[in-house]
T-cell receptor, first 115, second 112 residues
Framework: DADVTQTPRNRITKTGKRIMLECSQTKGHDRMYWYRQDPGLGLRLIYYSFDVKDINKGEISDGYSVSRQAQAKFSLSLESAIPNQTALYFC??????????????FGEGSRLTVL | QKEVEQNSGPLSVPEGAIASLNCTYSDRVSQSFFWYRQYSGKSPELIMSIYSNGDKEDGRFTAQLNKASQYVSLLIRDSQPSDSATYLCAVNREDSSYKLIFGSGTRLLVRP
């Protein structure tokens, strides 16, 4: 089993629908991140959390919200999906050492299509 | 100006050649630099990190950093078809909150 698991892996939805992407990890890391990847734009940080009580906005948080339900779980919500939120979404984790070494451990990605 | 810039490619090299991937960054106080490899349809994985000026070698990979020129590069010697992937440059901002800023990636194709 993957250390960082994302569900669903693929989702097609319609404009205006609420969508939740879930991430769980077994690495025991405190820090968790949500990125989106678009062709030609690379990975952009949406939200990050350094522990259960710490949530921070990234570069592109508008239209998204997150919830850190436990150390191991970090979910991303789109309250009212729009077509330009069509992208590949990655959850990632790191520990304190990882902060200094730059090592993020990524999930397998969730491909979201908003029609 | 993007914080981290890379040529999108594709960079095409023959098998056995040296592939040179380049990255520039705009924030002079950036301190840590990383190269991630991403195969098509897969998630990124860290392959190299570099923190000080100069070269750092790991097997067939060499990362080079020049902070004065705000430039970091990745050299892949004896390129193999299995090296064909997108290579993402990432920079750690030197501020109180840790977050990696990624470039858009360079696609590398190694021709057999």
């Amino acid at each position: 089993d993957a250390d960082v698991t994302q569900t669903p892996r693929n989702r097609i939805t319609k404009t205006g629908k609420r969508i939740m992407l879930e991430c769980s990890q077994t690495k025991g890391h405190d820090r968790m991140y949500w990125y989106r990847q678009d062709p030609g734009l690379g990975l952009r940080l949406i939200y990050y959390s350094f522990d259960v009580k710490d949530i921070n906005k990234g570069e592109i948080s508008d239209g998204y919200s997150v919830s850190r339900q436990a150390q191991a779980k970090f979910s991303l919500s789109l309250e009212s999906a729009i077509p330009n939120q069509t992208a590949l979404y990655f959850c990632a984790t790191s520990d304190l050492v990882g902060v200094n070494t730059g090592e993020l451990f990524f999930g397998e990605g969730s491909r979201l299509t908003v029609l | 100006q993007k914080e981290v810039e890379q040529n999108s490619g594709p960079l095409s090299v023959p098998e056995g050649a040296i592939a040179s991937l380049n990255c520039t960054y705009s924030d002079r106080v950036s301190q840590s630099f990383f190269w991630y490899r991403q195969y098509s349809g897969k998630s990124p994985e860290l392959i190299m990190s570099i923190y000080s000026n100069g070269d750092k070698e790991d097997g067939r990979f060499t990362a080079q950093l020049n902070k004065a020129s705000q430039y970091v590069s990745l050299l892949i010697r004896d390129s193999q078809p299995s090296d064909s992937a997108t290579y993402l440059c990432a920079v750690n901002r030197e501020d109180s909150s840790y977050k990696l800023i990624f470039g858009s990636g360079t696609r590398l194709l190694v021709r057999p």
